[in-house]
């Protein structure tokens, strides 16, 4: 059975140019890059390289990207470090209700710490309103921290509007007001650039761009007043701590790089499939709904609720036939909860634990979204004849 | 960081036993809500004491539908007395055991069973078991 | 011209069973291992069979390996993650004055929140003293940690007779005093077992036993109380957070499980080789010492101070032979501080500056070490030559 | 992190020029101490106010040996006047640029080439540079 891999949000596989760049740096090109000799300044070298990659993707200088070991450190980084070096100036940080558990945990770990946050609520897309920022921020703000893009419902945030709103208002303030966000499901894969956008911190992720698991980055915008947080060393301009993962690095850079020539391409072939699939699943399925926004969208995310019948029950059965799909975010699958993003929607819980997430890629085709638009009718078909919930409405 | 989930589970997911509704049925039980993401109702036809058929509907995860289905099994051929003996760990040991996250579900198959034999001793002899309670009712979300 | 790489304690090669293990995680077998479907089972097992490669190695139990993205984090987690989870029991925690940055610099951080910490000194051959930890518990310890081997002088610390002052301290003030060790050095190196060592928490780094960088482990004994460091999943049991670097915790994992088997070959090996450097180079050089102590040593190290000139000049001019060595830590070598750890056993500033570290490694051979006996002393002359401090000493 | 040299920092290390020791200089300049590491001593031989010959013994990093063999190149030739407007700036160039954490060295270079020309002033006419101080001991060395 040929399988199909539509889950491309949970994580990506890594391309084959991205693996060839970096066999060489395991067992020849093996240095430390803090080491003086010439095993370390081969790979001190690569490194380099791979920040200037990373650096162009993003339309940032070399000195404001950051390694770190995924978007999660990178996530955790924004938050507690900005924090920690601007507490004496305040201790008020604004996020969304809608953003990931990597912005919301320590955002919970800095209430325990003294610190306030304002959890804004979305609209019934998942959009902030840029206005809500506004009235959010107050002479204690340091920080507000919005996701570019949602990695459950796939809606693109109004950050440019963000931004202009901060900016005004700090500069009434007379304090520097932090902008970040996440941008981990966006990198890579629409245009993200640091100066359009207006963020001082933007969080990256390499896995979820054909590069590889275990390494991300953060961009700093110069003279931000941040301080580390994996401590301990000097590298990365003495602001994340421990030996590079050269490996990895490379191969961050490199998927940087392929990610800037094949945008556009990538881009539309992935909106073209999304449009058919979400088409094609409200008009065969009764009783489902698009979950996020219609058109500020990613290119590769459909999230729809399929009533009476729940989520994991959906994807093992989709899974039996080889197809990949998930419930909103595979970080948390291992919780009961419903998804937080689905009930700031204002989604029932039915609605929230009966949502599914097919997230495409690079080597989705055609016949593959055909294959879904076959198999997964059924499967709700078998799933709601269980359901206690579907009875009586089979005529409705 | 979710268990897999054993090959039990998986073929009683797979190939549900006795889905559907009983017409007429002695006991009916109803259990969970939608906030937890599982809901059950379970049907029973019990003749000389003895449950003699089972049937179930259920909303819910993987081991939500694998409980149910086990669960029916289970307790066809049982007098009430035995029925009622079937505990949560019982299901999910002939279940092959289920991964820690997933044990509420267990729980929630023996409480739909208690809840329609309750509910089939009411109509019988006008009360139900005593003392009983659901106990998937007691709360067990805290927050992961 | 062939080069002799002796810098193991900062870097190793990737051992190639450990790449050919980790390849098909890249591009084939690359689900998220958290997502329900096929993909993500795959490799979820490939990460439970790496824990319990690791596990064995140290003696631990599955659910105490928590992996990291390295030794880094991994102190930092157990520093700050013992400190948060713990505060209520008191504010105060043991360390040493030779640890490595990454246990320092997050017990700066805690002063500043708050903590007070006490940093044992070290004798001559930078050895703590059982009886001074057991002077510095007060009834607001919480922690105490102590490497097992120092990384720059390879002195290896008395470990047991440690955890029995601090168990036996802890009993008399009725709560828990947790015991962590730095064993980034040790781990796949020397034999560790986390029973006989008596210790709640271990640090590891796969790159310095042959895994790949990027990955790293803390053990952490069942019932320690603790709380994330890396924050925002339900990964690693609701310790760590993020997406798994899949390849490099498969990577560790081999490594762990080739170093069980080959660890009392590879360390006679580098204990012959380790004191035939030793002797050469105190033979052939005058005024030169060993640092760190002469028996409790790592099977790699070989520190030694040379007096009257300066450490980095002694690399490059190694370098340019093709010998790769190092000064102390690679990590702080973009700094000017003379080491923390040569200061702390007494050493004169000039004696710390010129001291120098060869680490012995699988590759070296016997005729690694003869080349470096007859190239070094060529160095040291030609250095000694141009030197304002030695003038008139050599007659001495 | 240590920012990697120039070819011309390398081959000034490499091949250092003017090692050793003037025997009856007309001046000597010694600067640096053991704490940060670089320990210089410049010696000077002038002839009608043009320093004729210059040598170095330094005890201390690449940089510090690679901006004394340079700074000893330089000033050969030059009058007094002329070698006192060299800044370590200067040195750095011709070094082709020296790793932001080095340029420390080079500041050293200038300070000893100084320390030098002052004692040779003030062996020649009994007083040395106005207000001169060594910038190397203000104290460059923070905690990083
Ligand atoms: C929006 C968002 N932020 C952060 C993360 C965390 O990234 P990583 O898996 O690299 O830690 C993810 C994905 O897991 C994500 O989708
Ligand atoms: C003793 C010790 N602890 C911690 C570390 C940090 O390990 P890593 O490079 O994996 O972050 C090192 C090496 O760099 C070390 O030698």
Redesign the interface.
């Known amino acids: 059975m040929k ?1 199909i ?1 539509m ?1 491309y949000a ?7 140019d991205v ?1 060839a760049a970096m066999q060489p740096y ?3 090109k ?12 081969e790979t ?2 690569a490194v380099e390289n791979a920040r200037k990659q990373v650096a162009d993707l993003i339309g940032a200088k070399l000195k404001e990207i950051v390694f770190t ?5 990178a ?2 980084f924004a938050i507690e470090g900005i924090a920690f070096a601007n507490e004496k100036v305040g201790n008020h940080i604004i996020t969304s209700k809608i953003e ?7 955002c919970e ?1 800095l209430e325990s ?1 003294g610190f306030k946050i304002t959890y804004l609520p979305v609209d019934k897309y998942g959009l902030v309103d840029p206005k809500e920022v506004e009235r959010a921020i107050t002479d204690k703000t340091i920080l507000v921290s919005i996701m570019q893009a949602n990695n459950e419902i796939g809606t693109i945030e109004p950050i440019e509007e963000i931004s202009k709103v901060i900016k005004e208002a700090a500069s009434k303030l007379g304090h520097k007001v932090y902008f970040h966000t996440d941008a981990v499901q966006t990198v890579g894969q629409i245009e993200v650039n640091v100066d359009k956008l207006g963020v001082d911190l933007l969080s990256m ?1 390499a ?1 979820k761009f054909y590069g ?4 991300g980055a953060l961009y700093i915008r110069s003279g931000t007043r941040i ?2 947080f ?9 602001r994340r ?8 690095i490379v191969g961050m850079g490199v998927a940087a790089e392929l990610a800037s020539k094949e945008l556009d391409s990538r881009e539309k072939e992935l909106i073209r499939l999304r449009d058919k699939l979400i088409k094609g699943l409200l008009a065969k399925i009764p009783q489902t709904s698009l979950n996020g926004h219609p058109t500020k969208r990613l290119p590769k995310n459909v999230n729809i609720s399929v009533k ?6 959906m ?2 059965n ?3 036939e ?6 909103g975010s ?9 998804s937080h993003v689905l009930m700031a929607l204002g989604l ?3 609605g929230a ?1 009966g949502s599914i997430r097919f997230s495409l890629g690079r080597l989705n085709t055609e016949e593959d979204v055909e294959k879904v638009l076959e198999v997964f009718p059924k499967i709700v078909e078998k799933l709601r ?5 579907y ?1 009586g409405k089979e005529e409705a | 960081m979710p268990e897999p989930y054993s090959e039990r589970v998986m073929d009683h997911f797979k190939n549900p036993r006795n889905v559907g509704e009983i017409e007429n049925p002695d006991g009916v039980g109803k259990i969970g809500n939608p906030v937890c993401g599982d809901i059950m109702e379970m049907y029973i036809k019990v003749k000389d004491n003895v449950i003699v058929d089972a049937k179930f509907k259920t909303f819910g995860c993987g081991a939500a539908i694998a409980t149910s289905s086990m669960i029916t099994e289970m307790v066809k051929g049982k007098t009430i007395e035995d029925a009622l003996k079937i505990s949560n760990k019982a299901v999910a040991e002939a279940l092959g055991g289920l991964p820690p996250v997933k044990m509420h579900c267990s729980v929630l198959g023996e409480d739909a069973l208690k809840s329609a034999i309750n509910d089939y001793l009411i109509k019988k002899t006008g009360k139900g078991l005593p003392g009983w309670k659901p106990r998937s009712e007691e709360g067990h979300h805290g927050k992961h």
Chains 1, 3 share one sequence.
């Open positions: 399988k891999y889950d949970a994580t990506t596989p890594t391309h084959p693996l395991f067992c020849e093996f240095g430390n890059p803090s080491s003086v000799h010439s095993f370390g300044r001190r070298a070991s995924s978007g999660t450190e996530n955790n990931h558990h990597a912005i919301l945990e320590p770990f710490k992720s896995h590889p698991k275990g390494v301080v580390p994996i401590r301990g060393g000097a590298q990365e301009n003495h701590a421990s030996t590079e993962n050269v490996v990895g009476y019948i729940e989520g994991e029950s994807l093992l989709l899974d039996f080889g197809i990949a799909a998930s419930t595979a970080c948390t699958s291992g919780s009961l909860e419903p029932s819980h039915e634990h004849s269980m359901s206690p919930l009875k």
